[in-house]
Every structure is written in C-alpha cells, then in structure tokens.
C-alpha cells in the first residue's frame, strides 16, 4: 500500500505533524494518505528524558503507543528504521529491527512515496573527545535514559551500604539538559535520603562542567544569571569555563583540572546522525539536512523538520534545535502539506522564549513579546507552570484536551501517591 505522506521520525516534531494531517483529511483518507514510520513502538516526548534518567518519571507509565496515537488520530503506522533513501526514485528502506537478544522483529522493506518528511531528531555532539564515547552516558533516547537510570539505582545502593560517604556525578554541558538533570538528582537524592538511616546516609556530588563562561549560554543573561544561583543554592558545582580533554573510567580531566565521577552524563552539544550523509541529500556541518525557507530539502518532494534539519533562521543563524521550532515546523508542514497547491508562504521561526525547571515548584526563563515587552524574565511557580504548559501543549497536539487533562491529573496524583523517585 502505498501512502502519500510518509513522515519518518514520531518524536516531537513528527507525531504533531502526523497527528494534524490525519485529523485535517479525516479517518478514512487520513488513514489511507498519511503513514507514521518510527523505530521505537512507543513515544515519549524527548525534553522529559532527564527525568527517566533521575528516576522521577516512569517511561513504562509516561509513553504513549503509536498505534493508538495513529487510531485515535486517523494516521497510519508502521514500525521500522529508515536505513536507505532513492530520492530519484521516492522509495526509501527500512532495515531489520531486532530485540535485545538479536532475535529480528521486523525484516527489511523498501516503500514509496509521494511526499517525504524526515523529522529523526538528532543526538550528541562528542566533539571527538577521547573517551566520551566509552566512559559517558548520553541522553539521546528512552533507552540511554534507562541505562542511565539503572546505573544510578545501583550506584545509590552500592554507596548506601559501603564505607564510600560521596557519590560523585559530572554532567558534561550547561544547557537545559544538564542544568534540569543536576536538580532532578538532588531531589531524587534528597528523597532517598529521608528514608535511610543516618549510617547509610551519603552525600551527592554533582558537578556541571561547561565550556562556555556561563551556564545556560543560549538564554538571556539574566536568566543564566538567575538559574546558577538556585542551582549552587541546591549544592550543584558549577565549572564554567572549563574545557573536557579526555572522560575517563573515574574522572574527568579538564582545563581546569580533575573532576572525579562515579557517573558521567555527556549532555553537550547536538549532532545529527552519521548516516545521514548516505541519504542522497545536502546536509551540513552537523549532519542535518539543509532544507530552504518552506522546509524543502535538496530533493522535490522531501523535506525535513525538527532537529535533523537545518533551517534558516534569525540573524543568518539556523533555526535552533528545539522543541518549540519543531512544534512550530509540525502546524507550518501541517498547512502546507494538506493544501500543496497553495504556497503557504515561509517558515519563520518564532522565539517565545526558553523556559527551565529547576526541579520542584521553580523554574525560570524568559518569554518573548506579550505584556512585559520583547523579552521579559518569569521565575519561580509561574516558570514552572509555563515549562510544563510546553509538554501539556504537546500533549493537547497529540491527545486532545480533555485526555490530556486527564493525564496531567493522574500523573499529579500518581507523584503525590508514590513519590517522586522510582528505584525499580
Ligand atoms: C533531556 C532533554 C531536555 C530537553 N529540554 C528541552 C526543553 O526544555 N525545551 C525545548 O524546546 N527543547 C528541549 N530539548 C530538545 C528537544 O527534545 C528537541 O529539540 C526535540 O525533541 C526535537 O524534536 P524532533 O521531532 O526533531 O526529534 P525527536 O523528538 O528527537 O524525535 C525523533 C524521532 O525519530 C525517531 N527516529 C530517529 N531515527 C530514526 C530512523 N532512522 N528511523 C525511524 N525513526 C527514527 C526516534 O525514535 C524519535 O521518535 C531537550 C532535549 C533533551 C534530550
């Protein structure tokens, strides 16, 4: 069968694209015109993977299938890995997908299509640093993050019951994802300490190292100003300005010295995949596609969104890898798309802000336009809310609003219930 829209990639981006085509053409087209492709069965919004790593968010709870996402919103799904494109002669493959022991799930197939949209996302920039690949865990998909997680159990209970009184966690990056992991590990700490006895008790270490004079780099100076205060408020080291030479099994060695690390997390840098260079397309410095003004890549019929893709943006620059620009890029594609005989004009990327959780009731960033002017900085619960409106604002994409209230609820209810940190 053969589908006009075929989109690869359900992450934040893809599933929201999906989602608003198959509502807009109906059940029965829909179905029939628009195929969903991803390697993982299940969805989970990426910005939430810091809490699987930390503990305080259950994937098994939180993911969302896509079959039912695909039924509830008239789109097809079929599970596979992209592995080879023909852009000459539309057709793409899917390689074998095996399961942990090796066993094939699903053989290779080749498809055509009409129209092509790749929204893979992208992972880590390692910047060719000896022993990151080795010795670092990464937080580029649900499995990184419960990898992460287990190490983390083990190594709570192994110093819990040792004469070892510190455990010492490095994060390798001060973006949003080291800067809302570091709190997510205090409180999950903090948590599990009020339930030990004082002789099991032990401290935890957690050190940010950055590059960059400051943390938080991409966002107003204030706002970094602001997030590194409540962070070394918490007990979270802060080492700005230091550059990783090597990660090594213990430590990390730095410009500034050694940073010792029972547990390191590489959460620097983004960097799409290597094999994107085997697609037939133009892609640029960091693997991603280079798509013009309307998301088109260098071939008809193929565009690209999200983070595998280099779009122009602000300033000469490309548009950042966010999750509010492929939001953004998911309803622009969505218009253009569903109505391919009108132009829909370009894509322009809109800044409405960054926003970070500083674990609990607080959060800070700064939002563009609205009451307080260009660019205005909120903190605390209100920061918090409006960080969380992004996820619900995913969710209303894909749920609809009353089952994302619902889920929002029981998630609510759940954490009051059981408590934040999950040690299974
Ligand atoms: C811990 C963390 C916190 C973050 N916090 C924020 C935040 O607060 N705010 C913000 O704006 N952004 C945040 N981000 C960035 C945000 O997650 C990404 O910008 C966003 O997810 C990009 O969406 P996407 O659709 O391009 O890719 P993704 O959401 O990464 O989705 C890619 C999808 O493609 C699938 N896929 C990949 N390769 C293949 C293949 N070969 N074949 C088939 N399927 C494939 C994957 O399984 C996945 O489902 C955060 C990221 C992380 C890791």
New binding site residues.
């Given amino acids: 069968m053969q589908h006009d829209i075929v989109i ?7 599933l929201e694209l999906a989602a608003r085509l198959g509502r807009r053409f109906g059940p029965r087209e829909g179905r029939r015109r628009v195929l969903l ?4 069965i299940f ?1 989970l919004w ?2 939430s ?2 809490e699987v790593a930390a503990g305080s968010l259950d994937s098994h709870q939180e993911g969302l299938s896509y079959p039912v996402l695909a039924r509830r919103n008239h789109f097809s799904f079929a599970f ?3 592995t080879g494109l023909d852009p000459a002669a539309k057709s793409l493959t899917l390689g074998e997908i095996r399961d942990e022991d090796g066993a094939v799930l699903v053989a290779p197939r080749t498809l055509s299509f009409q129209t092509l949209v790749l ?4 992972g880590s920039n390692l910047f060719n640093t000896p022993g990151a690949a080795e010795h670092a865990h990464l ?1 580029e ?1 649900v499995a990184d993050a419960e990898a992460f997680n287990k190490r983390l159990t083990s190594a709570f209970l192994s110093t819990a019951y040792s004469d070892e009184r510190t455990l010492n966690i490095a994060i390798v990056g001060a973006g ?2 080291g800067v ?2 570091s709190t997510e590990l205090i409180e999950g700490h903090d948590e599990l300490s009020a339930g030990l006895t004082p002789d099991q008790r032990f401290d935890l270490a957690v050190t940010i190292i950055e590059a960059a004079p400051r943390i938080l780099g991409g966002l107003p100076e204030r706002v970094s100003a602001k997030a590194a205060k409540a962070l070394v408020a918490k007990g979270v080291h802060l080492l700005t300005d230091a550059k990783v030479n090597a990660v090594r099994a213990d430590r990390l060695d730095t410009s500034k010295g050694e940073v010792p690390a029972d547990l390191i997390v590489w959460a620097a840098g983004v960097k799409a ?1 290597d094999h994107n260079r085997d697609l037939g397309l133009t892609i640029g410095r960091l693997n991603q596609f280079i798509v013009d003004d309307r998301l088109r890549t260098s071939a008809p019929d193929i565009y690209a ?4 893709a280099e779009a122009p943006g602000p300033g000469g620059k490309p548009v950042p ?6 939001a953004q890029q998911a309803a622009y594609l969505a218009k253009a798309l569903a109505n391919p005989s009108r132009d829909p004009g370009p894509y322009v990327y809109q800044d409405r802000g ?3 959780s500083l674990g609990g009731d607080k959060g800070v960033g700064s939002l563009m336009g609205g009451l307080g002017g260009p660019n205005f900085l909120i903190e605390g619960l209100i920061a918090k809310w409006a ?1 969380m409106a ?1 996820h619900l604002d995913h969710h209303r994409a894909i749920l609809g609003v009353s089952r994302t209230a619902i889920l929002a609820l029981s998630r609510l209810l759940h954490r009051r219930v059981s408590g934040r940190l999950k040690l299974h």
Wanted: with cysteine; net charge negative; glycine share 18%.
């Fill in positions: 690869i990639g359900g992450g934040a981006g893809g492709i991803d390697r993982s969805h990426k910005p993977l810091h596979g890995e992209l929204a893979i996302g992208s937080l998909n949003a994802t809302e992991l995949s969104m999200g983070d595998c890898a966010r999750a509010q620009a492929a960054s926003l970070v960080y992004l």
